[in-house]
């Protein structure tokens, strides 16, 4: 049927997610795969989480795929690591605090010498 089988060689991924993935917080069947690369579902703490089951993707997660062609193979590493351009994670900021106008009011004179030479954005 086949006469070349080097065509037919699937290789399995395991991808780590990152805090900065794109796909934390959504549910795995919400990724849209290249063509002929398919689920097999996430692990999480020593256990399979079926793709039938369309579990929700957290940090630490290892999304388990297939690519059924070898030419896929570098489309499925870069879709399955995705990430934000910067640090993203739902469960802090990174932003830091700084003086508003409205503290500037508040300064007396020693405070506005030591500070004049500070910028805030």
């Given at each position: ?66 690519a059924t062609h070898p030419m896929m193979i570098p ?6 690591k995705k990430i934000h351009s910067v640090y993203y ?13 409205n503290q500037f009011d508040n300064l007396d004179d ?12």
């Amino acid at each position: 049927m086949f006469k070349n089988n080097n065509h037919l060689k699937p290789s399995l991924f395991g991808v780590l997610i990152q805090a900065n993935s794109v796909y934390c917080g959504i549910h795995l069947t919400e990724i849209q795969l290249p063509e002929q690369c398919a689920f097999l579902g996430i692990l999480r703490q020593n256990q399979v989480l079926s793709t039938t089951d369309n579990p929700t993707i957290f940090v630490g997660d290892y999304i388990l795929a297939i690519a059924t062609h070898p030419m896929m193979i570098p489309a499925l590493k870069v879709t399955l690591k995705k990430i934000h351009s910067v640090y993203y994670s739902l469960n802090s900021c990174l932003l830091e605090a700084r003086q508003t106008a409205n503290q500037f009011d508040n300064l007396d004179d020693s405070d506005v010498s030591s500070n004049s030479n500070s910028i805030y954005y």
